[in-house]
Structures are given as structure tokens and as C-alpha cells.
């Protein structure tokens, strides 16, 4: 059975108040935050196991690295990997991003072509800026319509022999919207064989991934977007393309042999995964994944959707009030402004003076915002924690901003 007060029991941070009310946290598209279970286990790492992994004999660095390698194994389920060696552990879906962009370096040249969507994270767009300025190769933007919605017939018309990497995102950050990536990811198959990178940010926290099925060559994500520590993150890729691409960082861990003649790499996963990891938060990060099955993606799925169409009901009976991709299909975001309101962070401050945290601003996403001739927007974004007393008094909150700012 689904209890949300079970569930909010594990969070200690939501029994506080912030400027004298209950804290209503709902700025879970920037970052969710940690079940007790999760903490419990990033602190016994550091009181229990704290020593580096892989690389010492004694019993502290096996039983680290047995923890960790466990935590592995848990993400390769959770995405459905066929390798635990696909799983490459970063500190982010931005690391996971630059990486790719890096490693591919060799594969392009002059005049080569990159698709990428006007719904991206900055994330999503500057690695792949900086390639081609290493490379000579072209951006290609697929365009979005008055809904936010991607043109998917301007996608057919980018797809070329020229195209030789499509990185999308699968849920907008800034808006919720759900992109179809199944489709996008078989017309590229179909017509190109460039590679297929997907940003899984905003959608690994919220919907069971397989990427087996999706049949992606990269599919990344954050930690702490999903109830893990920061600083961590996955970069999953299939095991032929890891293998023929370069590392990323040189350093300890990622070698087999090395000398001042010549080095060679280790084999995956740590050809990818040069230096001191983060033990720690990457054994939390299989902790955070525990959590989630407890649950069960179906339940976090379902009520979070609930959550979000509760909140567009409820925010659309306030006059003057703009839904930012309000007819697409969207998970866990929100994505608002108040008509004669033009400061989304006066919105954001006079939430805040209720205990209600929001973003405000552009999201890192400013061609959306340049889309829409706006600054940025408000945004309230849920986790399996959020309830409906809390869209209440989200709503509530913002009739009293709209009242004090028109």
C-alpha cells in the first residue's frame, strides 16, 4: 500500500519550519532530498568502511569496494543495463554529458552534424557547442510549438548522413515535458547511425527506465535529483561503444599498465572512472535506489502524476495565471507566471516568506525562455513526498504574491 505519511516519516528535513511555517519543499527538479536510509548509509560508510576501494588489501578497502560494486550492480537493474560494467559512476548528469562530448571528439570532423532540441538543460547544450568547436561540426536544434512541444517533423528534416549524434533530453527541467524518445531514437536508427544520447535527469527519479529497451547508446543521470547524495551520478553506454572510444580523465584507477614509454586502460567500468571516487555517495546512490523499489515505480509514477494534475487544476482557477506547456504531456513540473507580475522571484521570495520553496528564474534553460519572450517562470516540482495539502497551500500562496505584486 501506498502511505505517504510512512513515506514523509523518512525525511527528517520535512518536520521543519523555514520563516516560522511547515516547510513545503518543492523545488524537486533542482534537488529531492534524502530518506534516512540513505543518510544512515553515507554515514556508516564514514564511520564503519571509510577507505579507498579497489586498490588496497586490507579489510576496510575490500569491504568499501564490495559496497560499492554492490551499489553497481543495484543501478544495473534499476536501468536495466545488460552489464554491470556499463555503469560508469560521475558526480552528475552534467559530468555524464561532457564526457560523451569529449570521448566522441575523434568520431567527428568538419561539417558533421549534432541534433539536440530547444527543450535542453545548458547541460545539454554547451558540451556539444564546445564540440563542435573542436571539431568543425554544426548544432542542429529540433524547434518546439506554442506548447512547448517538439516538432517532430522538423526532426525528420534535420536527420541527414551528416548526423552523427542525437542528445535529447527524455522530461524538460524547465516545463515537465515529456519527450517522445522512443520515437526520436528510431528514426535516427532507421536513417543515420549516429550515436544516441539521452539526458534521463528529470526522468530517472520518476519512470521505471530500460535502456535495453530504449536502445540508447548513452543514458545519463544526477543522484541527487533521486533521493542520493550530490555529487553523484551514472553514465550508462553500451559495452561495444565504451570500449572503442578514449578515456576521459587520465589518472589513477583507469590504467592497466604504465610506464613514461606508454600506458594502456584498464577494461570497463574503470577505464571511465579515473581517480578517487566518491564511496561514499556512490554506495548511498544504490541506497537511493533501494528506496525507490520499496516504493515502487508505479506508485511514485502515479502519485506524482496525481500531484501534478491536482496543481494545474487547482493553479488554472486563479485569474491571470500562465501554464507553460500546459497542453503537453508532463511529469512532476509545474512551470507558471502571474499575468502584471513580471519578477518570477518576487513570486519565489513571497513563497519563501510562507516556508514554500520553489525556483524561479530560467531554469538553465534560457533558449526556452527566449522562446516564450520571457525572463523565467516559476516552478513547483514534486517527489513521492509532496502531498495535496501542500498544492493547497502552494495555491494559497500564490494568490496572496499575485495580490501583493499586481
Avoid at 102 to 119: A, G, M, P, R, V
Amino acid at each position: 500500500m501506498f502511505d505517504i505519511q510512512e513515506i514523509r516519516s523518512q525525511f527528517s528535513i520535512l518536520d521543519r519550519e523555514v520563516n516560522g511555517k511547515p516547510l513545503v519543499y518543492l523545488d524537486n527538479a533542482a534537488t529531492s532530498q534524502k530518506p534516512n536510509s540513505v543518510l544512515e548509509v553515507c554515514h556508516a560508510y564514514y564511520t564503519e568502511l571509510n577507505a579507498n576501494v579497489h586498490r588496497g588489501i586490507h579489510t576496510l578497502s575490500q569491504l568499501a569496494t564490495e559496497e560499492m560494486e554492490l551499489s553497481r550492480r543495484k543501478i544495473q537493474k534499476f536501468i536495466n543495463a545488460e552489464h554491470d560494467f556499463e555503469v560508469i559512476f560521475t558526480k552528475g548528469t552534467t559530468e555524464g554529458l561532457n564526457l560523451i562530448a569529449y570521448i566522441l571528439t575523434q568520431k567527428l570532423q568538419k561539417d558533421d552534424e549534432i541534433i539536440i532540441s530547444y527543450l535542453e538543460h545548458h547541460s545539454n547544450i554547451v558540451p556539444w557547442q564546445m564540440l563542435c568547436e573542436r571539431t568543425g561540426a554544426k548544432l542542429r536544434v529540433i524547434p518546439i510549438d506554442e506548447n512547448g512541444i517538439l516538432q517532430m517533423d522538423h526532426f525528420d528534416q534535420l536527420l541527414s548522413e551528416k548526423t552523427k549524434v542525437v542528445s535529447v533530453n527524455q522530461v524538460s527541467n524547465a516545463l515537465g515535458i515529456v519527450n517522445p524518445i522512443e520515437e526520436i531514437i528510431a528514426k535516427t536508427r532507421k536513417n543515420t547511425d549516429a550515436y544516441v544520447v539521452i539526458d534521463g535527469a528529470q526522468s530517472a527519479p520518476h519512470f521505471n527506465i530500460d535502456v535495453q529497451k530504449m536502445d540508447c547508446d548513452f543514458f545519463v543521470f544526477s543522484g541527487h535529483k533521486m533521493y542520493a547524495p550530490m555529487g553523484t551520478g551514472i553514465l550508462y553506454g553500451k559495452r561495444e561503444i565504451l570500449e572503442a572510444l578514449p578515456p576521459f580523465h587520465g589518472g589513477g584507477e583507469m590504467i592497466a599498465t604504465c610506464s613514461f614509454e606508454g600506458t594502456t586502460y584498464a577494461g570497463l567500468p574503470f577505464k571511465y572512472e579515473a581517480g578517487t571516487p566518491n564511496v561514499g555517495g556512490n554506495i548511498a546512490l544504490g541506497a537511493a535506489v533501494d528506496f525507490m523499489h520499496k516504493i515502487g515505480h508505479t506508485h511514485i509514477q502515479n502519485h506524482e502524476n496525481a500531484l501534478l494534475e491536482y496543481a494545474q487544476r487547482q493553479l488554472l482557477e486563479i485569474d491571470g495565471i500562465k501554464i507553460y506547456g500546459e497542453k503537453a504531456n508532463r511529469t512532476g513540473v509545474v512551470s507558471f507566471n502571474l499575468e502584471g507580475v513580471g519578477i518570477a522571484s518576487d513570486v519565489g521570495m513571497i513563497l519563501d516568506k510562507m516556508g514554500i520553496a520553489v525556483r524561479t528564474g530560467h531554469h538553465c534553460t534560457q533558449p526556452i525562455m527566449n522562446f516564450f519572450n520571457i525572463a523565467g517562470t516559476v516552478r513547483a516540482s514534486f517527489a513521492v513526498y509532496n502531498t495535496f495539502e501542500e498544492i493547497d497551500a502552494l495555491v494559497e500562496g500564490v494568490k496572496k504574491a499575485q495580490r501583493m505584486l499586481s
